[in-house]
């Protein structure tokens, strides 16, 4: 089984040029993995990523659902929607449903990803309950 030497950053997108504009932005930092469609994307979460960034392929919501299913199969996986500022319902129904963790808008910008790349995943908030 191959085992990166950095942490993996699964990238899906359909878009050559947006995928190795990628590529080249996170290969410093992370192990880029290039997922073209969702399906691949599943079929690469056994890779266990520490990141998933998410190109709004299809704009629809089967990008949230895709998501949502990485949510689940690796909890402490950064989610990162890449998106159109003008695509508002998407962007409202992905906030809302906790798919993901972080909104980046296109046209990419190198300064705006990096510091998502470096940040730690918060660890889920636990309510702590007393006897009384």
Not at 3 to 13: A, D, E, F, R, T
Not at 23 to 34: G, H, R, T
Not at 61 to 75: D, G, S, Y
Not at 76 to 102: F, I, M, P, Y
Request: glycine share 2%; hydrophobic share 45%.
């Amino acid at each position: 089984m191959f085992s990166p030497s950095k942490p993996v950053c699964l990238i899906v997108s359909g878009n050559a040029k947006t995928a190795a504009l990628l590529k080249q932005i996170v290969q410093p930092y992370q192990q880029p993995w290039i997922a073209r469609t969702i399906e691949d994307a599943l079929d690469a979460l056994g890779c266990r990523p520490a990141t998933v960034i998410a190109e709004n392929i299809e704009h629809s919501q089967r990008m949230i659902e895709f998501l949502k299913t990485v949510r689940a199969r690796c909890p402490d996986a950064k989610r990162l929607l890449l998106t159109e500022a003008c695509n508002l319902a998407l962007v409202v129904s992905a906030l809302h449903s906790g798919a993901v963790d972080h909104l980046v808008y296109q046209p990419l910008e190198e300064r705006e990803l990096v510091p998502l790349l470096l940040r730690p995943v918060p660890a889920p908030s636990t309510t702590v309950s007393r006897s009384v």
